[in-house]
């Protein structure tokens, strides 16, 4: 039997300290798997996701102290690494990681207005 995969590399992202790099590959084969490396080493593989033809959202995040990386897909997160302490995020750790809030970015432009719904 024939097995054919391809495995691509969806971001690179540094984290905002500048002294960690997290990479997140995709393996598209039977199955989709989402693969996590942080400073060269590889500490998440997904478990399967169906292989669909649709936008995953899947993103790298690094929190606002640089202290932890994690793994968005749909807007869900799914994984956490802590890479002072080289290990994965308990769940309680995973959601409640301070994020950069949108204000502190410094967005200069203006923002899509919302409709209003009736």
Known sequence: MFYFSMVSTVMTKRSPDRLHTAKLTRCDGIDLIFSVTVDG???YDS???AP????FREQLIWDA???AVILEVAG?????YHVGEKRSLRDSELYSLRLTPFHELGFEGELPKQLATE
Not at 76 to 80: E, S, W, Y
């Open 41 to 43: 080493m590889r500490v």
């Open 47 to 49: 478990p399967d996701f």
């Open 52 to 55: 669909r033809t649709v936008d």
């Open 65 to 67: 102290d640089s202290t």
């Open 76 to 80: 869900q997160r799914i994984f956490g």
